[in-house]
């Protein structure tokens, strides 16, 4: 596609119920990253997928969280069990390396209220 | 651990104004550094990416700088517009790996 998609623009969950996030990513782009963005924070970085490699999953803040990418493409970010506290906009990213020049690029986001 | 600061927090200025918006990292040892535009509720719209190996990039009336030894970058906006409000954001890709670190960035405001 034309940019990284996310689905959906927006998601209101009840506390303790499991949440699955998507990201489309850029066609090609092989590298994929999910961040979180809280209210009044900065962006955090939750996971990173690289090709056929193991993810860098050292950003991910619970064993609640947990995250797959699918044939080298999509990926779900899945919360289980929701807390307050996960409230807020996850942001995915995908960047290809060309000559040496790595850019990222950003989708929509995902807003997830947790009630 | 890298840390990025962006300053001033918050920018109101006057439609017609040229500004510049900073970001300073803590650790020099940086692939490149990515400026980037977040309209409210949006996500994030790249702007500029400068290589460590460059000084600066230009696109439009803006103009990123990165003075990599010292672990600073600044974001020029020449002639600022009201379509030009929204939060910039700083975020550097360090040598040895591949997770962006982002600062909190500037909400800048253009009043007509």
């Known amino acids: 596609g034309a940019g990284v998609s996310q689905s959906p623009s927006n998601k209101v969950t009840e506390k303790g119920k499991d949440v699955e996030l998507r990201c489309d990513p850029i066609?090609?782009?092989?590298?994929l990253y999910w961040y979180r963005q809280s209210l009044g924070q900065g962006l955090e970085f939750l996971i990173y997928?690289?090709?056929?490699?193991?993810?860098?999953k050292s950003g991910l803040p619970s064993d609640r969280f947990s995250a797959e990418r699918t044939g080298g493409s999509v990926s779900t970010l899945t919360i289980q069990r929701t807390q307050q506290e996960d409230s807020a906009v996850y942001l995915c990213?995908?960047?290809?390396?060309?000559?040496?020049?790595?850019?990222?690029?950003f989708g929509q986001g995902t807003r997830l209220t947790v009630v | 651990k890298q840390e990025v600061t962006q300053i001033p927090a918050a920018l109101s200025v006057p439609e017609g104004e040229n500004l510049v918006l900073n970001c300073s990292f803590t650790?020099?040892?940086?692939?490149?550094l990515q400026w980037f535009r977040q309209d409210p509720g949006k996500g994030l719209t790249s702007l500029l990416l400068?290589?460590?190996?460059?000084r600066e990039q230009t696109s439009g009336r803006l103009n990123a700088s990165l003075d990599k030894s010292s672990g600073r970058s600044t974001l020029y906006i020449a002639a600022s517009q009201p379509g030009d409000s929204a939060t910039y954001l700083c975020?550097?890709?360090?040598?040895?790996?591949?997770?962006?670190?982002f600062g909190k960035g500037t909400s800048l405001l253009v009043t007509p």
């Open positions: 990213a995908s960047s290809l390396t060309l000559r040496g020049l790595t850019e990222a690029f």
């Open positions: 066609s090609g782009h092989t590298a």
């Open positions: 997928f690289q090709g056929n490699s193991a993810p860098d």
């Open positions: 650790d020099s040892a940086i692939y490149n």
């Open positions: 400068i290589q460590s190996s460059q």
């Open positions: 975020a550097v890709r360090p040598d040895s790996g591949y997770a962006l670190n």
